[in-house]
């Protein structure tokens, strides 16, 4: 195992103006060496995942001498480096794979040459937080893995499948978009200012449900319920709806007592409610808001059946 350090890395760290790179020899597919800033979580499963696809990953910069180690057990092809500013001689994409309060300021320390690509692989933050490590023929973009990524193995298999979100330099994004299909991802392209927006998406789609699932295991308490079969009951539901709202469309999956303007159920489920996990009221009275809503647009509601609804809740 050759791990290089900043020492063996040699070579100047600064270069003359107008330089540019790569100075290997091309990769005889035409794809660009990569390097990694950052052998956490989503770092080394990126490198490994890349490199299993066959693209070259040639450095690593990570400043942890146990995570270099292991970076380059996984992907012997890879020098390592203790800081970032090395690698980027290196390669002609950089991934920053660093934590989200850290990428402006790597990315500052950072000065790209002529036709090198700076990625970093936050779901919240635009690409434009790389600008600052810009040089003229230079292009920045993000590459967002949609999955949770606590075991870089695992995660090399998660990705088959997963959705990855690219925004940033339009003349970036499909070579990013071959390399997100390479590893088995399904790449989606953001456009400019949504990130967040994509984001605070995602936040409902995962914790967004676990949290629900939480209300909805308290409320299942009031019916003598623990948490195993209020998953078990409930658990077939919500993927029904999903299949349904997947085939249908959101609006004519909505099902139940909202959608059929039943307004003495949604009474008794309140008055329920108050008595057995008053906890849950507010999440009960957001969900339904949201249902009358979707049911009036869908035509499924009167204005006065909505209105009586609304009512009922706003007493709740
Ligand atoms: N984990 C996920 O589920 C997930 C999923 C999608 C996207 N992401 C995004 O991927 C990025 C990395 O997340 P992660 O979960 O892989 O984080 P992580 O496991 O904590 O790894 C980040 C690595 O960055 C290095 N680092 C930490 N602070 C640094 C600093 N101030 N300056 C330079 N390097 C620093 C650390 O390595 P050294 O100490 O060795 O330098 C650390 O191993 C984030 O932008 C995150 O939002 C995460």
């Known amino acids: 195992m050759a791990v290089h350090d900043t020492e063996e890395a040699g070579g100047p760290l600064t270069q003359p103006a107008g330089h ?4 290997h020899p091309p990769d005889p597919h035409g794809r660009p060496r990569i390097g990694i800033v950052g052998a956490g979580r989503v770092g080394t499963a990126l490198g490994l995942a890349f490199s299993r696809a066959g693209w070259p990953v040639t450095a690593v910069a990570t400043r942890d ?39 402006g300021a790597v990315a500052a320390e950072l000065r790209l040459f002529s036709g090198q690509a700076l990625v970093h692989t936050s779901g919240a933050l635009p690409a434009e937080l790389l600008a600052p490590a810009r040089a003229a023929g230079s292009s920045i973009a993000s590459f967002h893995p949609l999955l949770a ?6 995660a090399v298999e998660d990705l088959r499948g997963a959705t990855v979100a690219l925004e940033g330099d339009e003349a970036l994004i499909p070579m990013l978009a071959t390399l997100a299909e390479a590893i088995g991802a399904q790449p989606v392209r953001i456009p400019p200012g949504g990130k ?15 949290g629900l699932l939480d209300g909805l295991a308290e409320v299942a308490r009031g019916a003598g ?78 204005g006065t059946a909505a209105g009586s609804l609304r009512a009922l809740l706003d007493g709740a």
């Open 196 to 210: 967040l927006a994509y984001h605070a998406a995602a936040m409902l789609a995962a914790g967004g449900l676990i």
């Open 225 to 302: 319920l623990d948490e195993r079969g209020a998953l078990a009951i409930y658990g077939p539901l919500m993927r029904q709806s999903l299949t349904n709202a997947e085939s249908l469309g959101i609006g004519p999956a909505l099902t139940g007592p909202l959608a059929r303007g039943d307004a003495g159920t949604v009474a008794a489920h309140l008055d329920a409610l108050r008595r057995l996990a008053p906890g849950t009221l507010g999440l009960y009275r957001a969900v339904a808001e949201r249902e009358i809503a979707l049911a009036q647009r869908e035509g499924e509601l009167s």
């Open 20 to 23: 540019r790179h790569p100075h």
């Open 149 to 154: 990524v606590a075991d870089p193995r695992r």
């Open 65 to 103: 001498t146990e995570r270099r180690a292991r970076f380059v057990a996984l992907v012997p092809a890879a020098r390592a480096f203790a800081s970032p500013p090395q690698l980027v001689d290196e390669v002609e994409v950089v991934f920053l794979c660093v934590p989200d309060d850290a990428i």
